[in-house]
């Protein structure tokens, strides 16, 4: 179906961990929106796919979540969905702030599903996860991470890139499961406060209306 090299062997089983808001970070940058199905047909066609797991934060008080849709989608779809709701704090200069990091999941599903398969297909640029990485490889698990480094600053940590067994540029990648960017909803926030998930170069997305 494609000439893009994730890195897998034909006999390889194989589980992949979306980093939802650090993926909309760097299609966004990129310009496009990710067509799920494709993706998930995509992956289908690589080795044998155990599990897909896509994380997301989501700011509970909302009468209407905007990513709602998309996780209702996902996972009547052959996704698996990890959502937590988002923390509100106050910083230093009085603005109230949205938190919804899921670092800590995904790290705690990487490494228990890394004694049932052979390869880890990561899409994140998150730096936190280099240690992570080494870890699953230490257990002889190979592990590829799709971000980008196209994009204006690159989205994809140096040193998450280093210690991935193989990389794959989104931007590529986007000739296969891209489609053109639409009007569409940032990580879940409310009007007027802003929102971190703590991924590289992004510590504040603007809410949207």
Known sequence: MSTIDLGFYPEDKFAVFIDGANLYGATKALEFDVDYKRLLEFLKDQGTLIRAVYYTAIVEDQEYSPLRPLVDWLDYNGYTIITKPTKEFT???????????????????????????????????????????????????????????????????????????????????????????????????????????????????????
């Open 91 to 209: 910083d230093a200069s009085g603005r109230r702030r949205i938190k919804g990091n899921m670092d800590i999941e995904i790290a705690v599903d990487v490494m228990e599903m890394a004694n049932h398969v052979d390869h880890i297909l990561l899409f994140s640029g998150d730096g936190d996860f280099r240690r992570l990485i080494e870890s699953v490889q230490r257990k002889g698990v190979r592990v590829s991470v799709v971000s980008t480094i196209k994009s204006q600053p690159p989205m994809l940590a140096d040193e998450l890139r280093r210690q991935a067994d193989t990389f794959v540029e989104l931007a590529e990648l986007a000739k296969i499961i891209g489609r053109p960017q639409r009007e569409r909803p940032a990580p879940d926030t409310s009007t007027n406060d802003s929102y971190d998930d703590d991924f590289e170069d992004e510590d504040d997305i603007e809410a949207v209306s």
